[in-house]
């Protein structure tokens, strides 16, 4: 009896594994728009932000569709609105924040499960079934001057994204929104980790232009527009970022 259990166990396990790979799959054929949920979180659990997510609007985030629907014409992707976003209820609970740059793999696997296992249990209905949950933690621009890294998983399409509560934020949010959302899509970071500046080619916008610098945008999985061999600014809006091809590769858009 016992046997047969475990056998049953374990069926079950490489099933789920196998929808999983196959709904991934699909996702990346782009034969239908991708439906993403925000969740709004209070991460300093003040008034200020509680005010601030009170304004929001699922409006306020459409820019982010219309500038996947924009790149997504570069690529001649047969889809008009390849993501569709959706404004969900706030979370009263913060997702568990991801272990140390200098934490072992067990540490990552383990917390990659919590997290899974939080977006299982805080994913309120949006009114259509979603294909991408993504939790925006706002923080308090009186008690932050900077952020840590926004974190999302291509393994069950979740991510946690740091934002400031101010609306002179929000377009620099969008940029980091959408940064994310490709994340869960496969797309990978273009930058050095440790400088931060944007790695070339695949981290510039123009990477064969001349005179290569300074370049007018940055790639999204870069984030910062190059100025130079050594300097670089953050991207104030999607308006000056692109979705070049490594990235474009990435998630199913050039083959």
Do not use: C
């Not at 259990?5 to 239908?32: G, P």
């Not at 929001?56 to 889809?79: C, G, H, M, T, W």
């Not at 997702?95 to 067990?106: D, E, K, R, S, Y």
């Not at 998983?153 to 002179?168: C, T």
């Amino acid at each position: 009896m016992l046997k047969s259990v475990r056998i049953l166990f374990w069926v079950v396990v490489v099933l789920t594994a196998l929808m999983q790979l196959w709904d991934e799959y699909q996702a990346l054929q782009w034969r239908k728009p991708l439906k993403v949920a925000l969740y709004p979180v209070n991460t300093d659990g003040g008034a200020n932000v509680d005010a601030y997510m009170a304004t929001l609007e699922e409006n306020d985030f459409k820019v982010i569709e219309q500038y996947f629907s924009r790149e997504a014409l570069k690529y001649q992707l047969p889809l008009q609105r390849p993501i569709t976003l959706y404004l969900g209820p706030a979370i009263s609970q913060v997702p568990p924040a991801p272990p140390a740059v200098t934490a072992n793999q067990l540490d990552i696997i383990l917390w990659s499960l919590k997290f899974r296992w939080f977006g299982w249990q805080y994913q309120p209905e949006v009114g259509v079934p979603i294909d991408i949950k993504l939790y925006l933690l706002y923080h308090d621009v009186n008690k932050h001057d900077r952020l840590l890294h926004s974190t999302a998983l291509e393994k069950g399409r979740i991510g946690r994204v740091n934002l400031f509560a101010a609306s002179s934020q929000h377009d620099t949010n969008t940029v980091v929104i959408a940064h994310e959302l490709l994340h869960t899509l496969r797309a990978t970071d273009k930058y050095d980790l440790s400088t931060q500046r944007p790695l070339r080619p695949k981290g510039y916008a123009e990477p064969y232009q001349e005179p290569l610098y300074p370049q007018k945008a940055a790639e999204i999985m870069a984030g910062r527009i190059p100025l130079s061999e050594s300097q670089s600014r953050m991207a104030k809006n999607l308006d000056e970022t692109i979705i070049g091809r490594p990235t474009a590769r990435e998630i199913g858009w050039l083959k």
